[in-house]
């Protein structure tokens, strides 16, 4: 098998990958209510009850759907806290009952208490949810991917150019860490696999070898040379001005009909960075903005347990559990009601073996340490 965006240790240092999440709000938004500090707990409460007070037709803050359970409420809200991904002894760390995070969950939970969160984000789809982006229905967004929303943030800033969304520092450890925002990792984003029952395995390899050669990678990232691209003496890229005309002011017809970059089964972002523009302008200031903070994960890929074991029915009931578990933390109506739900998943998780669980992740992650150290 072949994976796709797999990164190594000199591409995060390379600059040509970039990070994917940020916490953003309109320009015309942070205009309006002046100065807050979204960066504590209790500056971010305020924040969002400037933004309703200024503008009482917006969802002051919103976030990522919940199709993958967690919404961008978990992980990338962990990965702007820095919360740490093992602990010192390269054992498991459990980031979700992490003291700083659910500090933070206490803050969203205020927010939710003062009609600052709609209850509509908990139950909105992907599509809604980028429905809303691209008429900037959000005062504020944790925004998972940036990336894959970037056609709505597109077609928001080009109407809106006064009101485009920008990342801004918000959502920061009350510990002082800095944020180690991530990417994809040694194990990539999707892996292409050739078969044992291939009849023409050799056939197979020479569509590999294509689609990686500099060839296929230029074709299916940047189109035809000379009709949609042109390329310097230093092996940069840019848009021919018909091109570029369709990607900034034809958006859907952009993602549809060219579809730029999207044949992402052998895509590496090294070849995206020879053009800019391969992403929409609406993210080139998110992807600054983050940059110095992007940071690998390489010790905690693949260390889930072995599919169809007890342990790996465990805990996908345990990440069930958890997603309601923080969706309710959040809708609770007081502090004692949080407190409470969190004593239950962690009741919960107790019941369902979380120790074996994280005892054989932590073995994983050993190995995975081991490996790289080697």
Do not use: C
């Not at 590496?268 to 302008?281: I, M, Q, T």
């Amino acid at each position: 098998g072949y994976p796709s965006y797999s990164n190594t240790t000199a591409d995060y240092k390379s600059g040509m990958i970039h990070p994917t999440s940020a916490f953003i709000v309109r320009k015309d938004v942070m205009n309006a209510i002046g100065q807050q500090d979204f960066t504590t707990p209790e500056g971010f409460v305020k924040g969002m009850q400037a933004i309703k007070e200024k503008f009482p037709n917006l969802t002051p803050f919103g976030f990522n759907d919940f199709t993958d359970n967690n919404s961008s409420l978990q992980s990338t809200v962990q990965d702007m806290l820095g919360v740490p991904i093992t602990t010192k002894s390269d054992g498991y760390y459990d980031r979700d009952l992490d003291a700083d995070y659910v500090k933070w969950l206490e803050a969203f939970r205020e927010v939710h208490a003062a009609g600052n969160i709609s209850d509509d984000s908990f139950a909105d789809d992907a599509d809604t949810f980028k429905e809303k982006v691209s008429t900037g229905q959000y005062g504020a967004i944790m925004m998972q991917n940036f990336v894959s929303t970037g056609t709505q943030l597109q077609t928001f800033a080009s109407k809106n150019p006064d009101s485009a969304y920008e990342a801004v520092d918000g959502i920061s450890s009350t510990e002082g860490r800095e944020p180690t925002l991530s990417q994809s990792g040694l194990s990539g984003w999707s892996i292409n696999y050739i078969t044992k029952q291939t009849k023409n395995p050799a056939k197979a390899i020479q569509v590999f070898e294509y689609l990686l050669s500099d060839y296929g990678q230029m074709l299916t990232n940047f189109g035809i040379e000379g009709q949609t691209y042109t390329k310097s003496a230093d092996g940069t890229v840019t848009w021919t001005e018909q091109a570029n005309q369709v990607r900034l002011n034809e958006t859907e017809k952009w993602q549809k009909e060219y579809r730029m970059g999207e044949f992402v089964l052998f895509g590496h972002d090294r070849y995206k960075a020879l053009n800019k523009a391969s992403y929409v302008d609406a993210v080139w200031q998110m992807q600054d903005w983050g940059q110095k903070y992007l940071t690998p994960q390489f010790k905690i890929e693949n260390i889930a347990p072995d599919t169809g074991s007890a342990e790996a029915r465990s805990l996908s009931a345990i990440q069930t559990n958890w997603s309601t578990t923080m969706v309710g933390m959040i809708r609770a109506g007081s502090q004692s009601d949080f407190d409470g739900i969190l004593k239950k998943y962690k009741q919960f998780q107790k019941d369902n073996n979380i120790e074996q669980v994280n005892t054989i992740r932590s073995e994983k992650i050993k190995a995975n340490v081991k490996k790289l150290t080697d």
